[in-house]
């Protein structure tokens, strides 16, 4: 077993809702009025691991690349957009509800929920309402809320949100806020290409909140209302580049970024491809990168041929020629698109799980330093001792200037490690009377540095602490 990884499967998800709302990752959304299913708020060390995971992949996906370009667009997108894409007839769940405690489900969750507690698996991916609702009666499957088995028949529903431009609720002034961000870059591929120097193969990459109407439980932040979605679409010509093989290149390089920025084991992921029922109206072949959460494998990150679906509806609603003229050839033609897309939260549920270790008593979030909310924290050895408090805040602020670095003058030591553990910061560096000269000669104008994932100990010389730091965590 690995170091530190003492586990048992049960209650993990528990123990991490646990710290998450403990230590300030994530609160339950609206909670002073009672809660808001499936919303959450990002606390004070959230915001600061979830935009740690953005700005990695950013950097990784999109700065780092020469071949990828960025975009941020907007979220509400004129109505004709979710036409155009499909989703305003696509994106529907058929969903049933209670009629005793009128809590609403989405059929296929509650019929698969129903057979995976019974060690059985069951996929009813494309089957119709009138087959949904068979499966219901036959199996006399009880509302999970209640108990009681007395369902409405199933309906469609569709999960994008709707609200009105302006200050009449008219039919003509309804607009969505957006179900993927991936439509504002079908929208802006004219802009791209007359505005820059892109040639295919390149990808736009795009960071931002997408909206669903989602009513099923939803496992923490695995699924929620809204969530931070982090997609790509990558642009290329079918006659010159062999769409699989690029399609395997996404896969490679979304495994490393899962496996090598974000520190998850190998033997937590695996891929699922849709078959023919399951997979979305606009693709050819779709797979899903699955992490082994607690409540089982379930889709991360998706990867989509979509082919040249998107910008060729775009060009049928719009009337605007969206095809791409290569300089060379002179070739006109509309481009074909591989999509990598993922929800930056579900990132985060997965790191944040994958992080957690038990070593005896101690509890560490072992998160790969560059994602860690704070890079360091600073401890004076007593807080009643103005010469350790104030050389420690003079480090402090010092660092500060460089790193996210933490203050801590509560309690004593073992407490304060304690609590920087659970947070996943990787030092701690604490200024005592050897620091000051009053101790150790020797150790004048030197600090403890504890590590995180060993708990051991070493001096670093205060002015070598910057470049210290800077090696163990951008490494
Ligand atoms: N543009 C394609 C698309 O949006 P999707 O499979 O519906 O495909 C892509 O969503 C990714 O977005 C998922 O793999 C998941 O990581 C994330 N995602 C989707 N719905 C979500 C929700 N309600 N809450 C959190 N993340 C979600």
Not at 140 to 163: A, M, Q, S
Request: aromatic share 12%; with cysteine.
């Amino acid at each position: 077993m690995e170091k530190g990884k003492n586990i048992g499967e049960l209650g993990l998800m528990e123990k991490i809702v646990s710290l998450a709302k403990r230590r300030g990752f994530v609160f339950p959304g609206s909670e002073i009025y009672g809660g808001l299913a499936n919303s959450y708020e990002y606390g004070p060390v959230g915001v600061e691991l979830k935009k740690n995971i953005q700005d990695e992949w950013w950097r990784v996906f999109v700065r780092e690349r020469s071949d990828m370009v960025g975009l941020d667009s907007s979220i509400i997108l004129h109505p004709k957009v979710w036409e155009a894409s499909g989703h305003v007839a696509g994106l529907v769940d058929a969903m049933v509800e209670c009629k005793e405690c009128h809590a609403r489900t989405r059929a296929d969750h509650l019929i698969e929920n129903h057979f995976e507690a019974k060690g059985e698996k069951i996929s009813v991916e494309g089957k119709l309402e009138a087959e949904l609702d068979a499966i219901i009666q036959e199996h006399k499957i009880k509302c999970p809320t209640c108990g009681k088995f007395d369902w409405t028949p199933v309906r469609k529903f569709n999960l994008l949100f709707e609200t009105h431009v302006g200050i009449v609720p008219e039919a003509q002034s309804k607009v969505y806020l957006r179900g993927e961000t991936a439509q504002g870059i079908f929208i802006s591929f004219k802009n791209i290409l007359d505005s820059t120097r892109v040639r295919l193969p390149f990808g736009v990459g795009q960071l931002g909140k997408s909206f669903r109407n989602e009513i099923t439980k939803g496992n923490f932040i695995f699924r929620t209302l809204e969530f931070e979605q982090a997609e790509i679409e990558y642009f290329f010509d079918p006659e010159e580049t062999d769409w699989k093989t690029l399609y395997e290149q996404w896969k490679g390089d979304m495994w490393k970024f899962v496996t090598e920025n974000l520190g998850v084991a190998a033997d937590a992921l695996r891929w699922r491809e849709h078959g023919d029922e399951e997979r979305s109206f606009y693709s050819k072949r779709t797979e899903d990168m699955e992490y082994k959460f607690p409540f089982g494998f379930k889709e991360l990150w998706g990867l989509a041929y979509r082919t040249d679906y998107d910008l060729t509806q775009h060009m049928k609603f719009s009337g605007v020629d969206l095809s791409y003229t290569d300089p060379t050839s002179g070739k006109k033609f509309v481009p074909h698109v591989i999509e990598p897309a993922v929800g930056i939260n579900r990132l985060m549920a997965m790191t944040m799980l994958a992080a957690y270790t038990e070593d005896g008593d101690r509890v560490y979030l072992k998160l790969p330093p560059r994602l860690a909310p704070y890079k360091a924290a600073v401890f004076p050895l007593l807080a009643n001792k103005p010469a350790l408090v104030d050389l420690a805040r003079q480090i402090h602020s010092r660092l500060q200037k460089k790193f996210p670095v933490a203050w801590d003058d509560r309690g004593n030591i073992g407490k304060r490690y304690y609590a920087q553990d659970e947070i996943g910061t990787p030092f701690c560096i604490t200024v005592d009377f050897d620091t000051l000269g009053e101790g150790d000669a020797e150790k004048k104008n030197t600090v403890t540095v504890r590590d995180r994932d060993t708990g051991t100990q070493e001096r670093v010389h205060i002015d070598k602490l910057e470049e210290f730091l800077h090696g163990k965590i951008y490494y």
